[in-house]
């Protein structure tokens, strides 16, 4: 009952505007490549010291959902994820868009946001102090074995050449050690340049590898940017309505796997997304389509990402350890309101995080309206600009997000770079997806490894450390079946397909 | 897109405006218009916190924004390395955190020296401390040591980072008290308190801040100050215990090289205004913070002595000769 009396208090017009405002905002710095959801919550900050903690927590929960759905946008229509979790949105939404479906994309990952956040919220409502432990017994040891799988969903993940994929996360792990190096402290691959010191930033890794090869492409070939199809068709809410309810399993897996991974500090939305999008592939029948535009694909990845906005915050309010990036930045702002973390934010105050939870609740219902409009208009900008004017206008985006994610000139050097090597190494097969992968758990791999073998040197027995707790066990042997899954599946399928020609000689026979 | 950018457009024309505007109106007196504040990290840590909580009183005592912006990367290098291009008239100021501005730049190139650095004014300090879970069986810091004797290496610490703060004051520790312990470096206080609240470590070389924020979960053993830090009045000092450690991580601002003396000055008096008000120093108390003022003419000697100190643990960690 008392839930519902702050649930109310969230939906004070002020508050409702707040939301509102803030849902739009996200939105849009969102969908743009390399303003993030972290910075989207750090410039509001100090605008919410002077509201009332609940508006403040309403208004950043809402900018937090909109910036984490707004990046699924630059996703689909410009082949670049706005942030690390809507890379794997690229892989069908991206193919979606060219065919001249960009339209029904928006619309699938604005449903599958909306599922995904709301079933995040629900287990931050229902489950959380529960789920908080998951967080602590992972331990150094189980975060490397965590990248560990990571990386071998390359297997699931690249398309053509496994080997080829492989060779493309190696490549991403060695860039990972450049700049200085956390555990260890050495300075490491610099070459005595300044612009490498601070290592290369994911971000815009990410808005290299993948948008610089695009307008690259763009340049060079006479075509439209995305296939323009003549009749209007709205925003083909029947249709992605239709593809929902057929992907509702799905969807709930998904969403399902983005709380959960999002639980545990540090590995955060893009493993979530891209464990959900390969966990879609393998249950799906036609796996093939997968990463040529099959819907399936981005309803998985938007579902998954939207779902750690609201897993994020368990281990966030009940731990006092953020889940996510921009969960640092709002529990810095409540620590600066002088709330404290932990069992008293369920009690004492309780009634400032259940307005909190109720506010995010109430900017994911949000999302469903604001990002159909939205997202139309996105659309139709980015088919009716032409392209004289389209190119200039991503390339300036990219150089402008990119500085903006640290104010470093290096990191827009770094991206420009990164850039034209991705556009050349795509030209004989080499995707960006596992580079970047590599990218993002080199370090979590490293610092797990190295801070699992000074335990293990303590305590005397490395292999218990490593290999002794089930989770561990438990992550290994998904790593194994994760590797051997093609070779399986191959099998499978032989088999079956000879017992099916068996059945059909007997029919034949018979 | 279009609408974000000409958004975007409007949105920049009316700052440059009002900004101009705002120039114009006085432009005698320091500061006439917003000041930068750089934090040389990413937002939510504690440098972090702590300029969000001057933020406020700045403006109330100068009527002008006090604009917090990040510029994160190789732990405040990237940061500290670019803060002399910076235009030198007193409106960009960057945070300077202690120990890393003189444990950064030894025997290795980082883009910056500590010289490079002209602070003006250092505000405050997360005092050191011993963190364990409530259920450790460490009551006291001599059972810490006990077991440290017993088996040298097989009491484990975690801590944020190699070279750091928490690095230095294990080092420091393990010299004071005569044991081996083994530091393990995480990626940041967060990580490092995660490791001890699920058990992979026995113990955390943190801070009062840390305690502070995990008031149920876990209890120090000592802390690294002068006297006992009244939100834990049950827990001893170092000092008390017979251990002469006394530091943690020091905060500060610095300005860009050729900034005028009088602004410095006029930088340093507002931040000491800033410390003196009660309503900020509760505030800060309550997280954990420790307040100190070192104004500009007592930086000289400040640095100095803090030098001397960082310098005999560096050579212990083997950083320099």
Redesign the interface.
């Known amino acids: 009952m008392d839930i519902l009396t702050y649930a109310l208090g969230a939906l004070s017009p002020l508050n409702l505007g707040l939301a509102l405002v803030g849902v739009a905002a996200g939105i849009i710095i969102g969908a743009l490549p390399g303003l993030s959801a972290t910075m989207a919550v750090a410039v509001l900050v100090p605008v919410t010291f002077g509201m009332s903690p609940e508006s403040a927590l309403i208004m950043l929960g809402a900018i937090y959902t909109g910036a984490i759905y707004g990046g699924s946008y630059s996703a689909i229509l410009v082949n670049t994820p706005g942030t690390p979790s809507a890379i794997a949105t690229t892989f069908d939404g991206f193919p979606m868009a060219k065919r001249g479906d960009g339209d029904l994309a928006v619309t699938l990952s604005t449903l599958a946001s909306v599922t995904g956040g709301l079933v995040g919220v629900l287990a931050l409502l229902t489950v959380a102090p529960l789920l908080a432990q998951v967080a602590l017994s992972f331990g150094p040891v189980e975060y490397f074995w965590l990248a560990v799988f990571g990386l071998t969903l390359i297997s699931a993940l690249s398309e053509g050449s496994t080997l080829k994929g492989f060779m493309g996360a190696g490549f991403g792990l060695l860039l990972s050690t450049i700049g200085v190096a956390v555990v260890g402290g050495d300075t490491r691959y610099t070459f005595g340049s300044q612009v490498l010191l601070g290592g290369i930033e994911i971000v815009s890794a990410l808005i290299g590898l993948y948008c610089i090869p695009v307008l690259i492409d763009l340049v060079a070939t006479p075509e439209a940017h995305l296939k323009i199809e003549e009749e209007q068709r709205g925003i083909r809410l029947r249709e992605g309505l239709g593809l929902a309810w057929l992907g509702k399993l799905n969807l709930l897996r998904s969403a399902s796997i983005g709380t959960l991974v999002a639980i545990l500090p540090g590995a955060g939305g893009s493993i979530a997304s891209l464990v959900s999008y390969s966990e879609a592939r393998r249950a799906s029948h036609e796996p093939k389509t997968f990463g040529k535009g099959n819907p399936q694909g981005v309803l998985a990845t938007e579902a998954a990402n939207n779902a750690t906005v609201g897993g994020g915050f368990i281990p966030t309010l009940v731990l006092g350890i953020p889940g996510t990036p921009p969960d640092a930045v709002i529990l810095g702002a409540l620590l600066v309101q002088g709330f404290r973390t932990g069992p008293e934010l369920f009690t004492t105050n309780a009634s400032i995080t259940y307005t909190f939870v109720a506010g995010l609740f109430l900017a994911t219902c949000l999302l469903l309206p604001l990002g159909l409009l939205i997202g139309r208009y996105a659309f139709k900008s980015i088919i009716t600009i032409p392209k004289a004017l389209l190119v200039p206008t991503i390339a300036f985006m990219t150089v402008i997000g990119t500085y903006a994610i640290r104010n470093s000139a290096s990191d827009v050097v770094i991206m420009l770079v990164l850039g034209v090597v991705g556009w050349g190494l795509n030209r004989y097969g080499f995707r960006p997806s596992p580079i970047v992968l590599g990218l993002i758990l080199g370090p979590i791999a490293e610092q797990g490894f190295v801070q699992g073998f000074l335990m293990g040197r303590a305590s005397g027995s490395l292999s218990m450390t490593f290999f002794g707790s089930p989770i561990s066990i438990t992550i290994i042997a998904l790593s194994v079946l994760s590797v051997f899954y093609p070779v399986i599946k191959a099998r499978w399928a032989q088999r079956r397909g000879r017992v099916q020609g068996d059945d059909s000689h007997q029919e034949a026979s018979s | 897109?279009?609408?974000?950018?000409s958004?975007a457009l409007v949105t920049g024309i009316s700052i440059a405006l009002v900004s101009a505007l705002s120039t114009m109106a006085s432009a005698d007196e320091f500061p006439s218009h917003d000041v930068q504040y750089?934090i040389p990290f990413?937002?939510?840590?504690e440098s972090?916190?702590s300029a969000?909580?001057q933020?406020?009183y700045f403006e109330e005592i100068t009527g002008e924004q006090l604009?917090?912006?990040?510029?994160?990367?190789?732990?405040g290098?990237?940061g500290w390395?670019?803060l002399n291009d910076k235009s030198a008239d007193g409106y960009t100021i960057m945070g300077s955190n202690l120990p890393h501005i003189i444990l950064k730049p030894m025997g290795?190139?980082?883009?910056f020296q500590t010289d490079d650095l002209n602070n003006f004014f250092y505000f405050h300090y997360s005092p050191d401390a011993i963190l364990v879970r409530n259920d450790s069986p460490f009551e006291t810091l001599d059972d810490l040591i006990q077991a440290a004797e017993e088996a040298p290496?097989?009491?484990?610490l975690s801590g944020s980072?190699?070279?750091s703060a928490n690095d230095v004051a294990n080092t420091r520790f393990q010299q004071l008290a005569g044991v081996t312990t083994?530091y393990?470096?995480?990626?940041g206080t967060?990580?490092a308190?995660?490791?001890l609240?699920?058990?992979?470590?026995q113990a955390e070389w943190g801070y009062t801040t840390v305690a502070a924020?995990?008031?149920?979960?876990v209890r120090m053993l000592a802390v690294a100050t002068e006297e006992r830090h009244p939100l834990f009045p049950d827990v001893p000092t170092f000092k008390e215990l017979g251990y002469d450690m006394v530091g943690g991580a020091y905060r500060g601002m610095a300005v860009p090289e050729g900034t005028p003396e009088e602004t410095q000055q006029r930088l340093s008096d507002i931040f000491q205004q800033i410390n003196e008000n009660p309503d900020f120093q509760q505030?800060m108390q309550?997280?954990g913070f420790v307040l100190m003022d070192v104004p500009l003419d007592e930086m000289p000697d400040f640095m100095a002595e803090q030098r001397q100190t960082y310098e005999a643990t560096a050579r212990e960690l083997g950083l320099i000769d």
Do not use: C, W
């Not at chain 2, 604009?67 to 732990?75: A, D, E, H, I, L």
């Not at chain 2, 290496?153 to 484990?156: E, F, I, N």
């Open positions: 897109m279009r609408v974000s950018l958004h750089v990413g937002p939510g840590g972090d916190i969000r909580l933020q406020k604009v917090v912006q990040y510029m994160p990367g190789g732990g290098a990237v390395s670019q290795k190139d980082v883009g290496g097989a009491v484990t980072g190699t070279y083994t393990i470096p995480f990626k967060g990580a308190v995660t490791a609240l699920g058990g992979q470590v924020n995990h008031q149920d979960k505030e309550d997280l």
